[in-house]
């Protein structure tokens, strides 16, 4: 058994960096050497961020995102399109659409997908509030943006059934190859996608 070589307050910034997605054991006891070692430029004010945003971040209650104000900077921001929203399985993909810089619109975030394996039905998910605010009128586009997934076509599929019948025109994400992307590297089902959705030129 190996002997421990630092103390209970290290060990539990170790435990505690371990868990953040994208760090294992041995990145996270390499992250937190590097923020003891940078005590002062690192280490305290990274304290002092995660303590104001403990204290400070709240979850939008129109559109899911996180925030500091509620409703967010995106649903208040009057240079958005208002009228389109995107929806997405998590905040994570609303920054990474942000971060494209493709459209100026509003988003939705339902939260994650519907999964009946997992237990994940249309409750467990912000799909209620997404059909209140298109009941709410001024909405004239949806753009669902779901990873392209057995659970994620599930829920594009059981959000379009339950906006039957209003007035909103719905759209999905493309899906095929990637720009960039060669032939030879892409996976089976997403060349059938390709040429499925192919264009004329």
Do not use: F
């Not at 997934?149 to 759209?171: M, P, R, S």
């Not at 060669?182 to 499925?196: I, K, N, Q």
């Amino acid at each position: 058994m190996a002997k421990r070589v630092t103390g209970p307050e290290i060990e539990k910034l170790i435990q505690l960096l371990a868990k953040v997605p994208g760090l294992g054991p041995r990145s996270a006891r390499r992250a937190a050497l590097h923020l003891i070692k940078k005590k002062d430029q690192l280490l305290g004010p990274l304290s002092n961020a995660m303590g104001e945003a403990y204290d400070k971040v709240k979850i939008c209650s129109r559109c899911g995102n996180v925030d500091t104000v509620d409703p967010c900077t995106v649903c208040t921001d009057t240079q958005r399109d208002q009228s389109i929203i995107i929806v997405v399985e998590d905040v994570s993909d609303l920054w990474a659409l942000e971060r494209a810089g493709a459209m100026n619109a509003a988003y939705h975030v339902l939260g994650g997908t519907l999964s009946p394996l997992d237990g994940i039905g249309p409750d467990d998910l912000n799909i209620r509030g997404l059909i209140d605010r298109i009941g709410e009128g001024g909405i004239r586009e949806l753009i669902i943006a779901v990873n392209a997934t057995v659970e994620g076509q599930t829920t594009a599929h059981y959000i379009t059934d339950q906006l039957q019948g209003l007035n909103v025109k719905i759209t999905r994400l493309a899906h095929g190859v990637p720009v960039g992307g060669e032939l030879d590297y892409l996976d089976e089902g997403t060349l059938a996608a390709a040429l499925r959705a192919r264009t004329v030129i």
